[in-house]
């Protein structure tokens, strides 16, 4: 049982609200040890300098990242998106082995303003894929659309941009299996007990 303990991979949450506010994300992943170190408010630019301490303090095999949201009416595209790549840079430049997991930004009904932005900004992020090492990036729109196409508005609060409960639900059950997925790699790699 300790050999399995001390081969457990860590994961450790970075980001924003949306992250901060999925408290079940270590319950709904058992197999790995989670902290989740998200902090409600920050934007982009909060984690260009608080990500490599973060993770230097954590040392994890991933990194689980939503981020950018904030951003979105004060930022340009450009200043996102690069201090997303310098997240990353800080997070896994030195650890070419740790996985960076990155949540697009949500299609919130709160964000519909800024469609377009969000899209953009997501396509580019996505475009990190293959070219940075150990960058994965998972779409979790999906999760929240109804047959329509359109938001499921039961999932989010008043403020049409924080899930409710059960908007955490369906993003559990969209991700979780996709974060699965993209951490089977390391535990191929895990030595057996």
């Not at 949540?103 to 709160?110: H, V, W």
């Not at 964000?111 to 293959?130: L, Q």
């Not at 609060?157 to 908007?167: I, K, N, P, V, W």
Request: proline share 6%.
């Amino acid at each position: 049982m300790i050999g399995k303990l001390m081969n457990m991979k860590q994961i450790t949450a970075i980001g924003s609200s949306i992250m901060e506010g999925w408290s079940r994300l270590g319950e709904l992943l058992p197999e790995f040890k989670v902290q989740n170190k998200a902090v409600g408010g920050t934007q982009t630019v909060d984690w260009v300098d608080k990500a490599g301490p973060v993770i230097g303090s954590t040392a994890p095999d991933a990194v689980l990242v939503y981020i950018g949201s904030n951003d979105i009416f004060e930022r340009s595209e450009q200043e996102i998106v690069g201090n997303v790549r310098k997240i990353y840079s800080s997070c896994c430049e030195e650890h070419p082995g740790r996985l960076f997991i990155y949540l697009s930004i949500i299609n919130a009904p709160q964000k519909a303003p800024a469609r377009k932005k969000v899209d953009s900004i997501n396509r580019t992020i996505r475009s990190f894929e293959g070219v940075l090492t150990g960058f994965i990036f998972l779409d979790i729109n999906p999760a929240f659309l109804g047959p329509d196409g359109g938001p499921v508005m039961s999932y989010y609060q008043d403020d049409a941009l924080h899930y409710t409960e059960s908007g955490y639900k369906a993003l559990a059950e969209y991700a979780i299996p996709l974060i699965r997925k993209a951490m089977s790699k390391l535990l191929m790699d895990t030595p057996r007990s």
